[in-house]
């Protein structure tokens, strides 16, 4: 078998003084994670005995073979270069996605019934930048962890002293457990920190994989991944190994990611089959947007993620502030107005903070809506608005000096517009699987409470509401936790009366309650028909039903409304008597020649019924009209401990004729070099190396990916660096 070692390195992230040699008189040490094929104790014995000043941490079996070193630079080179090291990657790619609603899901329809559960006996590990385990309403319930970045039983957030600090991670741990000024979902459920995301929020799918294994080694009951990748694909090595935790009795909650309303934005490992990924929903929250009475004119307001709230209650007037690089005080006590460009978001918000703005507006530059992200200590509300309701605002208030009022609607279980879609390549999921509140989730960060928003914010609603079913049920494992869970989710609807499309809905909002005690459990309730691309085909699925109830039940599927160039056969009705299991076929016949339209997809619902209840049940396939991402997820790099040899990763879902990497200017977008081209390239992970003659001159790139195949062309574009050494 072919040995692939991945190497991260983990540096600048923290630094133990021990005896040595070096000009400080102390020697840096710094920390890697080395993953191989086969067996890892064959390899740590190998270390040990001929490089005994690398300390071995920990080894890793379970989910991958591999080994976690400490020792200075120049040993951990040594061991790099070691004949069993094929390839090494770097740290990158993983990024955290950045109290109403846990009542509102937890709201009892019947003022007769209570839950007695509180998630009291169950393990729930929160993979994530750390906890806070010093905060008042977590303390409580944390019950250790591990700390895969600096490799030590220390799991705390990051602190400034050791860079960028963190918050994420203790804010996921408090809407699942929090047990104090606030309450989680399970507020009785057992915490377990594992940082696998360093200063600023950023890791490696080594350190996350490393993280998945430590927890299943630990016992945990459930997994909480409030992160992701860009990479939509179902068999990237995170998604494998969330599947191989479920396979070992660990329930694996995955948020969906931020990168709506899109199509085709689900990234991994959320996109592991066997996971339960989360999209975002709102609770019941007001809305706000902005009046003009003169005019009459309403303009909605997107509050940025990780502001605080806009929460304005008095009218105020509005100073344009450019681009944002030097506020004046003109802006004080009122709305700074600013355009999208040359600084951060976040430093936009801080200088308009500090000359003294009551809250900030930062319109796009370019057309469509603007997402993005405030980080770090910013007071204001941060809000996005498009490229025209800036100039509108710039041109009508600014300049008039008009004053703006802000007012309130009441939405709830509606789509966040930055939620990901599906579905996810090559094997045509649905994705998410369910949805719960995202929007403006109040919880624990280090020295107190923030709202933050995103669907990190929505995975702990369903890893808490899991809790609460393994504590009402210790004996279901992972499957029937999320079957029973998807089968009573509430289906959302759109302000027409439709419901919202599968891709973005999966089964609907999270319901603990309903799945507490459900009367008929659904396996593979979400019907995936794979890509079709014959005019005329039929396809095939199945559904297994469970009756949960004591009692015999009737089942029966209600006829779809026809539609051209669609045609389901659905079983007849059938019994099952209490505890009864069925599998039944589903088959879907699709005429592309007949379809009333060119869409992507054919998606919607089928009915089922039992004697209590209505399921609906999502169903997807792609026709031959639909496009999809061909390449995605460039990572590109010095090796470490290299100066001259770079290697890149990426993924293709499908085969390629060609694959070509080339180079353009920034700025000017003037074609500079070809990186690489490669021909016949089979699909999955992509990975190679190249030297420093083949990479070329040393610089920041655009890098255009172009995938050729049976003569469809693609393209995607990242930056890249040349020359940069690890930080």
């Known amino acids: 078998m072919k040995k692939v070692v991945v190497v991260l390195m983990l540096v600048g992230l923290f630094i133990i003084n021990v005896p040595g040699e070096v000009a400080s008189g102390k020697r840096e040490l710094e920390s890697i994670i080395i993953e191989v094929e086969d067996d890892a104790h064959k390899w740590k014995e190998y270390i040990e005995k001929y490089h005994p ?188 190994a969330v599947n191989q935790a479920v396979d070992m009795g660990v329930a694996m909650v995955i948020s969906n990611g931020n990168s709506g309303p899109g199509e085709w934005t689900v990234g991994s490992p959320a996109t592991a089959v066997k996971s339960i990924a989360v999209g975002a929903s709102t609770p019941p929250i007001q809305i706000p947007y902005l009046y003009d009475s003169l005019s009459r004119k309403a303009i909605p307001v997107s509050p940025m993620m990780g502001s605080v709230p806009w929460d304005l209650r008095k009218t105020y007037s509005v100073a344009s502030a450019g681009i944002g690089k030097q506020i004046s005080t003109s802006v004080r006590g009122k709305i700074a107005l600013l355009e999208r460009g040359e600084i951060t978001f976040t430093e936009k918000a801080m200088m308009a903070q500090k000359a003294g703005a009551v809250a900030a507006l930062i319109y796009n530059n370019e057309d469509g809506k603007l997402q993005g992200a405030i980080e770090g200590e910013v007071n204001i509300p941060v809000a996005s608005l498009t490229q025209q309701q800036g100039k509108w605002l710039k041109k009508q208030i600014a300049d008039t000096k008009n004053w703006l009022e802000t007012k309130y609607q009441t939405h709830q279980d509606t789509m966040a517009s930055f939620s990901s879609k599906g579905p996810v390549t090559w094997n045509w999921d649905i994705k998410p699987d369910i949805v719960a509140p995202g929007v403006a989730i109040k919880s624990t960060v280090p020295g107190g409470y923030r709202d933050l928003q995103g669907t990190s914010m929505a995975s702990p609603h369903v890893a808490g509401a899991l809790a609460l079913l393994k504590e009402a049920h210790p004996e279901w494992g992972p499957e029937k936790l999320k079957a029973a869970l998807l089968s009573t989710a509430t289906v959302l609807k759109k302000e027409n009366g439709e419901n919202v499309q599968p891709i973005s809905q999966g089964m609907g909002r999270i319901e603990p309650l309903e799945a507490i005690k459900p009367s008929s459990i659904l396996y593979n309730s979400r019907l995936a028909f794979g890509r079709i691309l014959d005019d005329t085909e039929t396809r095939e699925t199945t559904i297994t039903v469970e009756n949960a109830s004591d009692e015999t ?175």
């Open 553 to 727: 039940q009737d089942y029966r599927f209600t006829i779809p409304k026809q539609e051209r160039g669609v045609r389901f056969q659905l079983p007849m009705s059938f019994v099952l008597q209490p505890g009864e299991k069925k599998t039944v076929p589903i088959s879907l016949a699709i005429h592309q020649r007949n379809l009333q339209t060119e869409e992507s997809f054919v998606q919607g619902w089928l009915e089922l019924r039992d004697n209590y209840k209505t399921y609906q049940l999502p169903y997807l396939a792609l026709t031959k009209e639909a496009t999809f991402p061909r390449a995605m997820g460039l990572e590109f790099s010095l090796k470490p401990f290299s100066d001259e040899e770079y290697q890149y990763k990426l993924y293709l879902p499908l085969a390629a004729d060609v694959l070509e990497v080339d180079l353009y200017d920034p700025e000017t977008l003037r074609y500079i070099r070809t990186l690489f081209t490669n021909e016949d390239v089979e699909r999955g992970v992509v990975e190679g190396t190249l030297n420093k003659k083949e990479v070329g001159q040393d610089g920041t790139y655009l890098a255009v990916v172009t995938v050729k195949k049976d003569g469809v062309t693609q393209s995607f574009e990242t930056p890249i660096t040349i020359g940069q050494t690890i930080p």
């Open 53 to 240: 000043r690398v300390e071995v941490i920990h080894v890793y079996d379970t989910l991958l073979q591999g080994l976690a070193l400490k020792g200075t630079v120049r040993d951990l080179e040594r061991v790099e270069k070691s004949d069993f090291v094929e390839h090494s990657f770097p740290e990158q790619t993983y990024q955290v996605h950045i109290n109403e609603s846990v009542p509102f899901v937890l709201e009892d329809k019947d003022p007769f019934r209570s839950t007695p559960y509180t998630g009291k006996g169950v393990k729930v590990g929160v993979i994530d930048t750390g906890i806070d385990y010093t905060h008042p309403d977590l303390k409580k319930n944390y019950k250790g962890g591990y700390d895969v970045v600096d490799l030590d039983e220390d799991p705390m957030e990051t602190l400034e002293t050791q860079g960028e600090p963190t918050l994420h991670g203790s804010h996921v741990a408090g809407i699942i457990a929090a047990d104090g000024k606030l309450k989680g979902m399970a507020p009785d459920a057992e915490l377990y920190g594992y940082r696998a995301l360093g200063p600023g929020g950023v890791g490696s799918s080594v350190q996350v994989i490393a993280a998945i294994e430590q927890a299943v080694e630990d016992g945990m009951d459930i997994i909480n991944l409030s992160l992701g990748s860009s990479v939509n694909g179902p068999d990237w090595p995170t998604s494998i």
